[in-house]
């Protein structure tokens, strides 16, 4: 992915970084997420950070403590995040039928579109699709010739 331009980052991304079951995707995921903290670039929504919280509490063996998943959450909060909304939500549902995408799947999007990100880090979506504007990129898959 290149540096310039902002990167909206799925909860898949977020979840490898901190899941140590997944030793290979958690080594690209940090090193996206790191990359994105140090040229300033990366974007989230309120919808990612929820998504993550849970997953991270309930879904990781064994789960994250609370209080840890907090200050993850209060951490990625210091990145530009896209504020889930109603007009987001109605946009999304509109994406949803013209994509064919999930509707969580249209809300990151759309959130990703707000943001005015150029890429949007996700192992969902397929890779080299441009949905609404945003290139999607896949950082667990190489990058085709």
Known sequence: MSPAGRTFVDTNVLVYAHDASEAEKQRTARGLLERLWADRSGVLSTQVLQEFYVVAT???????P?????????????WPVVQ???ELVLDAA?????AQLSFWDAMVVEAA?????????????????????????????????
């Open 66 to 78: 609370r209080a840890e998943a907090r200050e993850i959450v209060a951490l990625y909060a210091t």
């Open 113 to 145: 579109r707000r943001a005015g990100a150029e890429r949007l880090a996700s192992e969902d979506f397929g890779a080299g699709r441009r949905i609404a504007g945003v290139a999607i990129e896949n950082p667990f898959r190489p990058a085709e010739p």
């Open 94 to 98: 509109a994406l949803e039928d013209e």
């Open 58 to 64: 309930r879904k990781f063996r064994p789960p994250m």
């Open 84 to 86: 889930v909304d109603v």
